[in-house]
C-alpha cells in the first residue's frame, strides 16, 4: 500500500452525489498511487457492513463505500419502497470505521425510464406497465450458471438487478478491490465471476457473515421483524448448526448408520425451521464453488471438499436468508 496518506481526508466522509465526482475523486487517489477498497452497500448499515470497511482500510490505502438502493432488484411486491433507510447513522458509522468518501446518487438510471413517472423507482421490476421510454436504460448483466437456483428460484429478477448495479458501480469507482460479506453467498459467488469474467481487474472478497449475540445473521432487514418473528428467528442459525453437528457425528461413524443423504438432510433441516413459524423458502446443500445442488441421494459427508448449506426463510413479509459451510469430504 501507499505510504502517503489521504492529504483530503477529513472526519467526515465526503458525500458524492453524481458520478463524475467520485470517478473524479477516485482516479486522484489512483494516480497519488493510493490502492481503492471499495465497500457497495443499500444503507442502514450493522456491524456486518462495518466489518468490511474495516477489512478494506485493512488491505487499502482509501476506502469508498456507496449508498443505493438498487430498484433492478426488487420485483413490485417487494420492499422496495420501505427497505430500511438511515442516512445519517449510515455516514457516521462509516466515518468512524475509516471510511473517506461515500457515493450516494439519487439515480443511476435513466430518469425517464417509463411513461408512469421519471426517476429510480419505475425501474422496480412490474412497477411500469406503461410504454418505455425511447431513451430508458436497456442494458443488462447476466451472470450464467451461478444465478440458478437458491435465491433464483423466488426472485427470478434479483441476480440481474444486482449484477448491473454492480458493473455500473465498478465502472464508476474504478476500485482495485470489492468487499462483499458472505450472508449474501450466491451473490458474492456471482459477483466474483462477473469480476472475473468482465476483466474488471477488481478483486471480490468475501468476508464472514456477522452475528447478533444469539445468532441471527446481521441484516438490514432484522429490523422490520416483529418482535414474535425476532425471537425466533435466531432458531435458523441453530438448524444450519444442528446439521454441521450430525454430519461429524456421521462421519466418526461407519457402516451403513453412518450414511446421511442430501435428501434427509435438507428434510430435517426444514423441519427445524418449519417449527420456528416462518415460510420456508428453501433448504438447498450445494458445492460451496459451483453453487450446483448434490445428489438427493448421495452421502453428504462423502460430498465436495466444502459444501454449502443454504436457507431462506420468511417471517411475516421479511425474508431472511442464512448459509453455512461444511467440510465435505477430506
Not at 23 to 43: C, H, L
Not at 59 to 81: K, L
Not at 110 to 125: I, K, N
Request: glycine share 8%; net charge neutral; proline share 5%.
Amino acid at each position: 500500500m501507499s505510504s502517503q496518506p489521504d492529504p483530503t481526508a477529513s472526519e467526515t466522509p465526503r458525500v458524492f452525489k453524481d458520478v463524475s465526482g467520485i470517478r473524479n475523486y477516485s482516479r486522484e487517489q489512483r494516480k497519488a498511487g493510493r490502492r481503492i477498497g471499495f465497500v457497495p452497500t443499500m444503507g442502514c448499515l450493522h456491524d456486518g457492513h462495518i466489518s468490511l470497511v474495516h477489512a478494506a482500510g485493512s488491505r487499502c490505502d482509501v476506502v469508498i463505500a456507496s449508498i443505493y438502493v438498487n430498484p433492478t432488484q426488487f420485483s413490485a411486491n417487494e420492499d422496495f419502497g420501505v427497505y430500511p433507510r438511515s442516512t445519517e447513522r449510515d455516514l457516521d458509522l462509516l466515518a468512524k470505521a475509516g471510511c473517506v468518501a461515500v457515493f450516494m446518487p439519487a439515480a443511476l438510471y435513466p430518469p425517464e425510464s417509463s411513461s408512469l413517472g421519471s426517476g429510480d423507482a419505475s425501474m422496480v421490476v412490474g412497477a411500469a406497465q406503461g410504454e418505455a421510454a425511447s431513451d430508458a436504460h436497456s442494458t443488462w448483466v447476466n451472470v450464467e450458471g451461478l444465478s440458478q437456483g437458491l435465491c433464483a428460484g423466488s426472485r427470478p429478477h434479483f441476480f440481474r438487478g444486482v449484477a448491473t448495479v454492480v458493473t455500473k458501480l465498478f465502472n464508476i469507482v474504478e476500485p482495485d478491490m470489492a468487499f462483499f460479506g458472505k450472508k449474501d453467498y450466491q451473490q458474492w459467488r456471482i459477483l466474483e465471476r462477473l469480476a472475473r469474467d468482465l476483466d474488471f481487474g477488481i478483486e471480490v472478497v468475501g468476508l464472514p457473515i456477522q452475528r447478533e449475540a444469539d445468532g441471527l445473521a446481521m441484516s438490514s432487514r432484522n429490523v422490520l421483524l416483529a418482535p414474535d418473528h425476532r425471537a425466533a428467528a435466531p432458531g435458523i442459525y441453530k438448524a444450519l448448526r444442528a446439521l454441521e453437528a450430525e454430519v461429524a457425528t456421521r462421519r466418526r461413524a461407519s457402516g451403513t448408520a453412518s450414511v446421511l443423504t442430501v435428501q434427509e438432510a435438507q428434510r430435517s433441516v426444514s423441519r427445524s425451521l418449519e417449527a420456528l413459524g416462518g415460510a420456508v423458502d428453501y433448504v438447498q446443500l450445494v458445492d460451496a464453488a459451483s453453487l450446483r445442488p448434490l445428489a438427493a441421494g448421495a452421502d453428504l459427508a462423502a460430498g465436495p471438499p466444502m459444501v454449502l448449506l443454504a436457507v431462506a426463510v420468511v417471517f411475516g413479509r421479511v425474508r431472511l436468508i442464512d448459509n453455512l459451510e461444511i467440510q465435505g469430504r477430506a
